[in-house]
């Protein structure tokens, strides 16, 4: 009975944390093309200016020398998360306008953020076929996920580079929820441990 008491207790400290998967299907796009929403997550152009374009279900960030779109994305969710992970095309062309034709590497930088402070961050490099990007420990509990565009210098007049994100997985973090399922699971903890005392006291007290 004991042991049930107390798994019972635990079941209502502890709470699972929901996840939510960004697809760029189906969703909420601003009339100014630089918001995005969707199942619980919002992306945001962090330069305010509109994204390269949703193409085949998924969302192209892109920076050139004369096209003014976004190369910084900003993800967020109601209260704060971990990252699960994303996929993402990181391939690189230097020929976008027919200006030239040589290839470039170009890097990806992937940042978190919490309390406006950088927290966590990596980078991917490269170009070719979709990847899926599985993010370290630090990658949790999260306000913002930034991922941008590093600009690498080529002798292009115009060049372009572009990367392709989709699946964009995070698990929320439902602390308000969970304050006072915990605070409760405590004071009924605290109450059984102060009865299952008492009793144990009288009968030690009805043995003698």
């Not at 798994?7 to 601003?30: E, H, N, R």
């Not at 406006?116 to 170009?127: K, N």
């Not at 405590?186 to 009805?206: A, S, T």
Request: glycine share 12%.
């Amino acid at each position: 009975m004991k042991a049930v008491i107390i798994a019972c207790l635990c079941s209502l400290i502890c709470v699972t944390a929901s996840a939510a998967t960004m697809t760029f299907t189906g969703g909420s796009l601003s009339a100014g093309g630089e918001i995005y929403s969707e199942d619980g997550i919002t992306v945001t152009s962090v330069s305010g200016l509109p994204f390269f374009g949703f193409d085949n279900g998924d969302l192209g960030i892109y920076a050139n020398g004369t096209t003014a779109y976004a190369g910084d994305v900003s993800f967020s969710m109601a209260k704060r998360f971990n990252v699960l992970g994303f996929d993402i095309d990181p391939f690189v062309r230097a020929s976008c306008l027919g200006v030239c034709d040589a290839l470039i590497y170009e890097t990806v930088s992937i940042t978190g953020y919490r309390d406006g402070s950088i927290v966590a961050s990596s980078e991917i490099t490269g170009f070719g076929d979709y990847v899926s990007f599985h993010p370290g420990v630090g990658f949790m509990n999260l306000d913002f996920l930034i991922i941008g565009l590093n600009r690498v210098p080529i002798s292009c007049p115009v060049p372009c580079v572009q990367a392709n994100l989709d699946n964009v997985r995070l698990s929320v973090i439902p602390l308000p929820a969970a304050v006072p399922l915990f605070g409760t699971g405590i004071f009924l903890l605290g109450w059984f441990v102060h009865w299952w005392g008492r009793r144990r006291g009288r009968d030690e007290k009805e043995i003698l």
